[in-house]
């Protein structure tokens, strides 16, 4: 791993906006499970990409989908074929296979025509009520780090108390080395 994301338990509130920031960082669909991953003292390591030096999804990507941004970010591009290669290869199972939510609509447009998810109605949510009954084709998805978002990853920056950060795996064993013997 060369990037793990943290969570101090100690200054967690609890209140989500992590996920909703991931997911409306990536429409609607969030690449972070908060409550899922292991906890050390304090410090909960939730389930998502730790951006891996070598990683196992890249091995067997037929289309090279997956790629190491120039600031180390490893990502899935749009020409993914949804094979899951990647989520069989990934040991932290942090990739999953989804299909990309509805778009949502104006306000004006879910306020009079009643189409799409609306305010604060999550997109599977919706998305499960209106099934058609046809499956669409899914694709790969996992933490990119927000590459190409000013400001770094909008989990991070969501956060109302501090309590996510995002640091290399060294800092976090010293951290963590801390955190025990308090």
Same mark, same amino acid.
């Given at each position: 791993?060369?990037? &793990?994301?943290?969570?101090?338990?100690?200054?967690? &509130?609890?209140?989500?906006?992590?996920?909703?920031?991931?997911?409306?960082?990536?429409?609607?669909?969030?690449?972070?499970?908060?409550?899922?991953?292991?906890?050390?003292?304090?410090?909960? &390591?939730?389930?998502?990409?730790?951006?891996?030096?070598?990683?196992?999804?890249?091995?067997?990507?037929?289309?090279?989908?997956?790629?190491?941004?120039?600031?180390?970010?490893?990502?899935?591009? +749009?020409?993914?074929?949804?094979?899951?290669?990647?989520?069989?290869?990934?040991?932290?199972?942090?990739?999953?296979?989804?299909?990309?939510?509805? @778009?949502?609509?104006?306000?004006?447009?879910?306020?009079?025509?009643?189409?799409?998810?609306?305010?604060? +109605?999550?997109?599977?949510?919706?998305? @499960?009520?209106?099934?058609?009954?046809? +499956?669409?084709?899914?694709?790969?998805?996992?933490?990119?780090?927000?590459?190409?978002?000013?400001?770094?990853?909008?989990?991070?920056?969501?956060?109302?108390?501090?309590?996510?950060?995002?640091?290399?795996?060294?800092?976090?064993?010293? &951290?963590? @080395?801390?955190? +025990?013997?308090?």
């Amino acid at each position: 791993a060369t990037d &793990v994301l943290l969570i101090d338990e100690t200054l967690c &509130v609890g209140c989500d906006n992590c996920e909703k920031a991931c997911a409306d960082s990536h429409d609607g669909l969030s690449r972070l499970d908060r409550e899922a991953g292991t906890t050390y003292a304090h410090l909960h &390591v939730p389930t998502s990409c730790r951006h891996c030096e070598h990683p196992h999804c890249m091995a067997d990507c037929p289309p090279n989908a997956i790629q190491r941004g120039v600031d180390g970010e490893v990502f899935i591009d +749009e020409t993914c074929i949804g094979c899951g290669n990647c989520q069989r290869n990934c040991p932290y199972g942090v990739i999953r296979m989804d299909s990309a939510p509805p @778009k949502k609509p104006s306000l004006l447009s879910w306020l009079f025509l009643g189409t799409g998810p609306g305010p604060g +109605e999550p997109s599977k949510t919706w998305r @499960k009520k209106h099934a058609e009954g046809i +499956e669409k084709p899914k694709k790969a998805i996992k933490c990119d780090m927000c590459a190409g978002i000013d400001g770094g990853p909008s989990c991070v920056r969501a956060c109302p108390t501090g309590a996510a950060i995002r640091v290399s795996p060294e800092a976090f064993l010293s &951290v963590a @080395k801390l955190a +025990e013997e308090n």
